[in-house]
């Protein structure tokens, strides 16, 4: 599963404290990407990043900010978390722009009180 | 404003019989489509994909059509077996992006 770590697997946060996700991946892969899930919406990206700095919004960026300083590492910071931002987090990459496949890891389930 | 839509949010399905899961999209600039599979506490795995200047793509025991004049993509498993029980997700490329629909919880009865 070009080898995808999400950390932490599970938090519970309180209103208003920042929050940071980790996806690390050992494939080397370009392409990594930052989706929600929530009943009723399926998978919506959040943001992602087609090299090293470079990163662009997707369809729920709102209160959402990423960094990606090496290949492997994209991070996913909630600023000042609320509770519409409770749900399962995922991280997915892709090698590069002529493969179509997404390959994601197993997600960060986070519950903000 | 879902450009990828999977109407049917459940399907309960006898072992052996056929399951269809189908899908609706909205954005003609869609290349690509694929199907994911996702059982709880996982992460979605890639099941099948289809390019779009392809009507079928066959798997095994899945298939999946497409019919780009309406707008409709389908997920055939042949025969249905109970393990095949989870949350099917449609998805379609363009650009850099992935979307996804809402998925479709599929039960196989043994």
């Known amino acids: 599963d070009a080898g995808i770590t999400q950390s932490p697997r599970h938090k519970v946060t309180e209103t208003g404290t920042p929050v940071t996700l980790r996806c690390h991946q050992t494939e080397n892969h370009r392409y990594m990407y930052w989706y929600r899930q929530d009943p009723g919406h399926g998978l919506r990206l959040i943001h992602y990043?087609?090299?090293?700095?470079?990163?662009d919004k997707g369809e729920v960026s709102d209160g959402y900010s990423v960094s990606r300083s090496k290949t492997e590492d994209f991070l996913l910071t909630l600023e000042s978390a609320t509770s519409s931002q409770t749900s399962v987090y995922f991280c997915?990459?892709?090698?590069?722009?002529?493969?179509?496949?997404?390959?994601f890891g197993a997600g960060s389930r986070l519950t903000v009180l | 404003d879902q450009q990828v839509k999977q109407n049917s949010p459940s399907l309960s399905v006898q072992e052996g019989r056929i399951s269809i899961l189908n899908c609706d999209y909205t954005?003609?600039?869609?290349?690509?489509f694929l199907w994911y599979k996702k059982y709880p506490a996982e992460g979605p795995t890639f099941l099948i994909s289809i390019s779009s200047i392809k009507d079928k793509n066959e798997d095994g025991r899945f298939t999946v059509f497409l019919n780009k004049s309406a707008k409709h993509l389908s997920l055939h498993i042949v025969p249905s077996q109970p393990g095949d029980s989870a949350v099917y997700f449609c998805a379609a490329h363009t650009g850099n992006q992935f979307y996804f629909g809402t998925g479709t919880s599929l039960t196989v009865i043994p």
């Open positions: 990043s087609y090299g090293v700095k470079d990163t």
């Open positions: 954005n003609s600039m869609f290349d690509y």
């Open positions: 997915a990459t892709r090698s590069g722009s002529g493969a179509n496949v997404l390959t």
